[in-house]
C-alpha cells in the first residue's frame, strides 16, 4: 500500500542512470542492469508516482518501470501513470522472474513461520508458502522486505526476493526458484522525459536480422456506438499488425475507456502507414498520445 | 494475501441464494441484494476460488463476483476465472462504492492510528489517509476487517467498509464517503452453474423502452501477425458494436494473450449475426467461450 506521504527519494549523487520504485536489489534493478548497462547508478523511490517526479525533476535519466506480467497481467497503476506523465518509451526488457526465499545467516529452513514480500510475489508463490504452512506478510516491495529484514533481525522470518536482494543486504538465500509457475516474465519499459530532442540512445542487445519495431500508442475513444471498432479497423485496412490491446478506465467517466495497443511499425524515424492512421484516428479519439517506437525486447 | 488453505465457507443452511468473495455487509453482498432481492441467503467465501467451488458443488445457486472497477480496472483474478470456470452469467450489476470510515463503539476519530481494509478500498482512500496521517493495514476484505475489529476491539484503529458493515458487526461510523474519487464504481457479474438448461430468471430493474442487451465473449488468438485484427474485423463487418475489449495473459505462453469482449447483441435466444461472427471467429482462434447475453445493468 504506497503512499504519498511516505515516499522517499533516497539521497544519492545527482543524474542516476535510472530511478526504480523499489529497493536495491530489485527485479526492477535487474532490468536497470540490463538496459542500461551493469554499472548503471541506480536511484531507488517508494512509489511510482515519486519514480517519475525523480525523472521529471532530472534527478535521474530514466525511469525503468514493470508495465505487465505474463501470469497476472497488465500493472493498471503504471499504464495509468504513462497516460498521465510526460515520459517517453525508449526501450522495453523481458525479464525472468525467478523468486528466492532468504532469510537472516545462520537461520533455517525450519525456523520460519512468516514470509515478506510484495503481494504479487507472494500471490505467486502461494502454493510453495501453503505446502510449507507459511504466513505470508504483504509489504511494499520485494527487496524492500529483504532490506528491513537485514535491520530489524527477526530470525523467524522469511523473505521473497530476487536472489540480488540477497547479496544486497547481506541474507542467506535457502531456497531458488519458489514461483509457483516456472513462466513468470516481467516487461519493464525503460522511459525518458518527454521532449522534443529525446535520445534513442539505449542498445538493444537482441537485434536481429529483421528491422522489426513496436510502437505503443495510447487512445481515448468518443462515447458513442462503433468508436473503438472504427479505430481499430484503422490499424487493420493499413496492414498494421496489433501485438497487444488493453482497455483501461477513464477517471471521472465511469464505464468509458482508454486503450492501450501496442502495433508492429516501422523504425522511429517514421512510418508512413502509422502517420496515415493517426490522422484518421485523432478526430474520432478524445486524445491520442504516440510513446515511443522501439525494439522488441 | 488470500491463501487456499485458509479458505473457508461457513456453514449455513444448504442452498443459500448468492456465495460472494468476503464477509456479511461487504460490497458484494449489496450487489446480491440488489440482484436477487433483500432476502437473498448469502454465503461467504473468503476467496474468489472457493466461491466458485461452492458455486460447483452446489452449495449456492449464484456466484455474485466483482470483474471491474471504474478507478482500478478489471479484477484480473476474477476474469481468469471466468474462463477457467463452467459458469454462465445471467446479469451484470454496477454498484457506487462509498467507503465508510468506521471504528468501535465510543472511540472518537482522533484516537484512531491505524486503517485495516482491502488494499484496493485503501487506495481508493489513499488521499483520506494521508491527510489525516492514518496508517493503512491491508487485509482479506473490508466488510472481514469490520468483523476482526468487532472481535478483537483494537481500540486505536479504524476500519474503512460499507455502510452496512458497520450495522453488521456492530460498529460506528465516524466519517461517510471517505473515497478521493466519488465516481467510484464496481462491476459485478451475477453467475450461475454452466449447464444446458440454465435459468436466466434474474429481473432486470431497469429494463429500458429498448430492446439492448450485452454478450461477454472470451477468445483466444491463434499465434500469428494480424490474428487479433481479424477477429475483431469480422465483429465490425457484422455491425456488432464493441462496448469492451481487456487482454489477459496465457498461463505458460509468456506474451500471448487471450481476449475479454464485451458486444452489443440481440436477446439471448440468439443473435443471428453473432452466431456468423463466431462462425468465422472459432477456425482462427485457440478457444472460443460465450458467457452469457444479459440485460446492460
Not at 497476472?72 to 497516460?83: A, E, Q, R, Y
Not at 523481458?94 to 533455517?108: N, Q, T
Not at 536472489?163 to 514461483?179: E, M, N, P, T
Amino acid at each position: 500500500m504506497p503512499r504519498r506521504e511516505v515516499a522517499w527519494i533516497v539521497d544519492r549523487p545527482e543524474g542516476a542512470d535510472a530511478v526504480i520504485q523499489g529497493e536495491r536489489g530489485s527485479f526492477s534493478e535487474a532490468a536497470s542492469f540490463a538496459t542500461l548497462g551493469r554499472g548503471a547508478r541506480i536511484l531507488p523511490a517508494a512509489t511510482f508516482d515519486s519514480a517519475l517526479d525523480a525523472l521529471a525533476l532530472g534527478r535521474a535519466r530514466h525511469a525503468v518501470l514493470p508495465v505487465e506480467n505474463t501470469l497476472t497481467g497488465s500493472i493498471g497503476p503504471v499504464v495509468d501513470l504513462l497516460k498521465e506523465r510526460g515520459v517517453r518509451i525508449i526501450a522495453e526488457h523481458k525479464l525472468h522472474v525467478r523468486h528466492c526465499l532468504m532469510a537472516l545467516p545462520g537461520v533455517d529452513f525450519g525456523a520460519l513461520t512468516k514470509v515478506a514480500s510484495h503481494p504479487q510475489a507472494l500471490a505467486q508463490c502461494a502454493r510453495f508458502l501453503a505446502q510449507h504452512r507459511l504466513l505470508a506478510e504483504a509489504v511494499h516491495d520485494t527487496a524492500g522486505a529483504a532490506r528491513t529484514l537485514a535491520s530489524t533481525k527477526v530470525r523467524d522470518r522469511g523473505v521473497i526476493a530476487p536472489a540480488r536482494a540477497a547479496k544486497v543486504w547481506g541474507l542467506r538465500i535457502l531456497k531458488r526458484d519458489v514461483q509457483d509457475d516456472p513462466e513468470n516474465w516481467t516487461r519493464f519499459f525503460v522511459l525518458v522525459r518527454e521532449s522534443p530532442t529525446v535520445t534513442t540512445s539505449v542498445a538493444s542487445k537482441r537485434r536481429t536480422g529483421v528491422d522489426s519495431w513496436k510502437t505503443t500508442i495510447l487512445f481515448g475513444t468518443k462515447h458513442a456506438p462503433g468508436a473503438l471498432s472504427l479505430v481499430l479497423n484503422e490499424f487493420a485496412a493499413a496492414g498494421l499488425n496489433l501485438l497487444k490491446i488493453e482497455s483501461r478506465p477513464t477517471r471521472g467517466r465511469p464505464w468509458e475507456y482508454w486503450f492501450w495497443l501496442d502495433v508492429e511499425t516501422g523504425p522511429p524515424e517514421g512510418d508512413p502507414r502509422l502517420e496515415r492512421v493517426l490522422g484518421a484516428v485523432r478526430p474520432r479519439s478524445t486524445f491520442v498520445k504516440v510513446l515511443g517506437t522501439y525494439r522488441p525486447g
